[in-house]
């Protein structure tokens, strides 16, 4: 999923505080499973920024709040079209395009964010969520025994370990876990550890960040076109 | 009587709320600016329950559960604290003392012990002062009233 957390109080207060009726929106999928946009969350935040508001003396500011299934999905914000009208901004309590969406749905409509979008990640125990994938567009878990070296190592290598790891930690961080020696114990216990005696090739980064935006196309799935 | 700051204690059925009791049987004197809004455990303490309270212009919050170890719900005080803390940040974000709000372990013999984190929380609020947010005495007690009566409706049939 994606995870984030949320901004600020006082950063969103001074999004804001210009705009006389103003809208938070949740996303009811990633965001409400890592508590950071979610109904709950923003009914906390609702409550925080009208307060906050109050004490700059603007208490006259109308802040309500809703949530929608779906942020980054067109229909689901289908719901929002005629609500969305009666307010003159939007804060967007769902990720990154979350934001977008709803900035590119409704055009002349100043919409905000209210979270800092951190990763792609995992529950790893209650309150805790970790980083797993960076979303590279050409995946090479089957190479590294299911674990990520770029996410899971600091150094991002593809052949590991540096010499920064010392008793299964790195030398970045005393509490980070070194990748590759995840990867090793993980190849150890699949029998599999011969493979890594390879060198393994430079990852192709032409379906990362670069070239502007990446689309997925199935063109068996596409109507009108 | 009007210028004791307004107090909200959300307070455990099992301990806090029976101690509040004792109090009263015993006949303690304590500031009578606090009002008690009983809960089936303080597990049940939302942080929203805890803005909303201060949004709607008092200028303290008790949050009572039983002691440490001495949950009926095993945890519930201790997931509490942990959100009374959350709430705490958030308070401080919002530009409100973080000293308006705490969170008591008692046990439910201990009236004496009630009437003590009453009086020490109405001491500490005081010294702050009245809540910015206040509006008039009479829509926040009206505001009292509606937060009690909801409370109990939500935790009517919850507690055998």
């Keep these: 999923m994606i995870v984030a957390d949320r901004k600020n109080v006082q950063e969103i207060r001074d999004m804001i505080k210009d705009h006389d009726r103003v809208l938070l929106v949740g996303c009811g999928t990633c965001v409400t499973v890592c508590l950071a946009g979610g109904e709950r969350e923003v009914g906390i935040l609702g409550s925080a920024l009208r307060m906050a508001l109050k004490l700059i003396g603007r208490g006259n500011v109308v802040v ?70 960076a979303g590279c567009g050409n995946c090479r878990l089957g190479e590294f025994a299911g674990i990520c070296p770029i996410t899971r190592c600091a150094k991002h290598m593809f052949n590991g370990p540096c010499g920064g790891s010392r008793d299964g930690k790195c030398e970045v961080n005393p509490d980070l876990e070194c990748g590759w020696q995840l990867i090793y114990d993980r190849a150890c216990a699949l029998g599999i550890l011969e493979r890594l005696g390879a060198i393994a090739e430079p990852h192709d980064w032409s379906t990362g960040l670069d070239g502007g935006p990446r689309k997925v196309v199935r063109e068996d799935q596409r109507i009108n076109t | 009587m009007n210028d004791q700051p307004l107090i909200l204690a959300f307070c455990c059925h099992y301990c806090a709320y029976a101690a509040a009791d004792i109090a009263g049987s015993m006949r303690l004197q304590y500031p009578s600016n606090v009002r008690v809004l009983r809960l089936p455990c303080t597990g049940k303490v939302e942080i929203d329950y805890l803005l909303t309270a201060f949004e709607r212009g008092v200028d303290g919050v008790i949050v009572a559960g039983c002691l440490e170890g001495g949950c009926h719900f095993l945890e519930g005080n201790l997931r509490a604290r942990k959100r009374v803390e959350r709430a705490k940040q958030i308070l401080s974000e919002v530009g409100l003392e973080p000293e308006r709000l705490e969170m008591y372990n008692l046990s439910s013999a201990e009236g004496n012990r009630f009437a003590e984190i009453v009086t020490e929380m109405s001491e500490q609020v005081a010294k702050l002062g009245p809540s910015p947010l206040r509006p008039d005495r009479n829509t926040v007690e009206q505001n009292f009233r509606e937060m009690t009566q909801q409370a109990e409706a939500t935790i009517a049939g919850e507690i055998q």
């Design chain 1, 64 to 133: 309500d709040e809703c949530t929608i299934e779906r942020q980054c999905e067109d229909a689901f914000i289908d719901i929002l079209a005629t609500r969305v009208s009666e307010y003159d901004a939007v804060v967007s309590f769902g990720c990154g395009a979350g934001v977008q969406a709803l900035a590119e749905r409704f055009g002349k409509m100043p919409v905000y964010p209210g979270l800092n979008t951190q990763f792609i990640g995992i529950l790893e125990s209650q309150g805790v969520w970790t980083e797993k994938c």
